[in-house]
């Protein structure tokens, strides 16, 4: 089972920062969280990923919690192409492992 | 970012019969590849692990003789489904890890091959 815990579902409007939490209360202190995104009928998207500090990159941004039990992955101006399944993830045993994911609907 | 590719992207076979999907990794060499299946409405399901030159590790559930795996070289593996039957039909989807620095652990995903069993 996934070591993290995702709303089923978020709304954005577009042009609109979209900002999808995550909670991983038994994370490790050497283990990443990642950051997936997979649109309709395609391969996961690698989209970020951290351990400690915030982190920005051209797609996204990722604040991760001082005690590191939460994080939340910004995107800054959705656009419909953002459509999407986000996955938050804690890889076990150094394999991704995917839970449901969040469902993200960007509203035009 | 990195690039993974799959091919074929579909394939439509008879049961019985045998199907392979390759997988690559085109602009690093993979140290370790996966393979996931995902079945429609549902969230990605790993099924086996490889590494360069070794066995693959396959999860709990996963028949071993049915889905063979070959990681032959650090930029290549294969998935045979053998004797493939409609319920083998689903989307596969593998994964290459080997990057370096802060994306040595990243996983990085290939399109995707849609496989209906007739």
């Known amino acids: 089972d996934a070591k993290t815990t995702q709303p089923p579902s978020m709304d954005c409007a577009e042009g609109r920062a979209a900002n999808l939490p995550c909670n991983h209360s038994?994370?490790?202190?050497?283990?990443?969280v990642y950051w997936y995104r997979q649109i309709h009928s395609q391969g996961p998207q690698y989209i970020i990923h951290?351990?400690?500090n915030n982190e920005t990159n051209e797609m996204a941004s990722l604040i991760i919690t001082e005690d590191r039990k939460s994080s939340t992955l910004i995107l800054p101006h959705a656009t419909l192409r953002d459509t999407a399944v986000y996955y938050c993830i804690v890889t076990i045993d150094d394999k991704i492992i995917f839970g449901k994911g969040t469902r993200l609907h960007i509203l035009p | 970012g990195a690039v993974v590719s799959q091919h074929p992207s579909r394939v439509i076979c008879k049961s019985g019969t045998s199907v392979k999907i390759e997988c690559r990794s085109l602009d690093f060499q993979a140290t370790t590849m996966f393979w996931y299946r995902q079945f429609p409405k549902q969230s990605l399901m790993l099924m086996a692990t490889?590494?360069?030159?070794?066995?693959?590790?396959?999860e709990q559930g996963v028949e071993k003789d049915k889905f063979l795996i070959n990681h032959a070289s650090l930029t290549l593996s294969t998935l045979t489904v053998t004797s493939a039957h409609p319920e083998d039909s689903s989307f596969y989807i593998c994964?290459?890890?080997?990057?370096?620095?802060?994306?040595?652990?990243?996983?990085?995903f290939g399109p995707g091959t849609r496989l209906l069993v007739l």
């Open positions: 951290g351990l400690k």
């Open positions: 994964s290459a890890r080997g990057g370096t620095g802060w994306y040595k652990e990243t996983q990085y």
């Open positions: 490889s590494n360069e030159g070794s066995k693959a590790t396959y």
């Open positions: 038994t994370i490790s202190g050497n283990e990443y």
